[in-house]
């Protein structure tokens, strides 16, 4: 252990003494650690941000679209009484989309109208005023709706929408709730757009505006998402039952699968990324060997002179090789500071959360330290191998 501490004290003294030329030397490793952690940290912020977006527009949902056979055009709703028996359903909500007129008081617009029972309220609440339909409006023979904040602005500008009467398909409906931005991925997807904005009325309302008696979409909530598989697998032989074992009458679209997707993408750009910035890393692993050769070579006296006086190869050995690795580490621990800062900076100005990454900084830091071993060991090794006689003749 003494010798362990006097080897130690004289690797930082002659750091010390050459201030300008360590500071010079560790750069490399602080740009590579500060690129590793930084580089990481802000990828896995964006893809945290994007991700949670995802999950919480439609994770645990699938979405079924029916094209239908020339026997059955859609779902019943006996089908969709099945559906919703089938374990593991937490709930189902269909679908009736259309382009209607929408009037008030002489304001006449296109508007997007959606029918959608209480289950999709339930799962979907963004009701920022009034309320949201309920599953005792779904007989078709009341006329209530709730609007978004697009046909709020064209009709009712001004004005607080709920209570207010709207004209939509010629029939005369009641706003009860008002919705702030859609959350349902699928709904932002499927939407047309339209200058009046969107109604969404009760689904049954919507089939006899359409003069359909069937259903071409529904959106299945699933209770427990680890069950997803077995779900999509019991959906498909309802599914099959209906339409005669016609795979080309549906299609399901589970938004489970799509996050797994781009979960791997993610994880396939966070290690390239890593590695392009471990290059730097190796560039400052070079910069410390370089440093050490020439320490080695200035310092030929020394070293002959204390192998001269009984310092053993293996002594002369640890103590170039403890400097190598104290360079490497002052430079991973100043690169995980600025990169954790860079980091910060950077979530506060694109508004993501600043989540530290355990697993980058012991990349960044571990990096350095073989980076360190690695790199001094060949200088390390030429200063344990000189001839004493030869080093004390050199000038």
Known sequence: MDILKQSIGMSMQNIKGNKMRSFLTTLGIIIGVTAVI?????????????????????AGKLVVSITGTSLKTGLSDSDIAKIEAIDNVAGVSPTVSTTSKGARNGEVDDINVE???????????????????????????????????????????????????????????????????????MSTMMTTSSDGGTVKIPYKNALKMTGSANINSIEIYIGDTQFSDQVTNDLKKVLNQAFNDKDDSYSIFNMDSLLDTMRSMQNMMTTMLAGIASIALLVGGIGIMNMMLVSVTERTREIGLRKALGAEPKRIQMQFLIESIFLSMIGGIIGVGLGLLISYVAAVLIKIDFVIQPGAIILGVGFSAAIGIIFGWVPARKASELNPIDALRSE
């Not at 930084?38 to 439609?58: H, K, P, R, Y």
């Not at 920022?128 to 709020?152: P, Q």
């Open 38 to 58: 930084a580089l990481i940290t802000i990828v896995q912020g964006v893809s945290d941000n994007v991700m949670g977006q995802f999950e919480n527009l439609g």
């Open 115 to 185: 029918g959608k029972n209480g289950t999709y309220f339930l799962n979907n609440n963004n009701i920022i005023s009034g309320r949201a339909l309920t599953h005792a409006e779904m007989a078709g023979d009341v006329y209530t709706c709730v609007i978004d904040k697009d046909c709020a602005k064209r009709f009712f500008f001004g004005e607080n929408p709920v209570g207010k009467k709207l004209k939509v398909g010629g029939y005369t409906y009641t706003v009860v709730g008002l919705e702030g931005d859609d959350a349902n991925l």
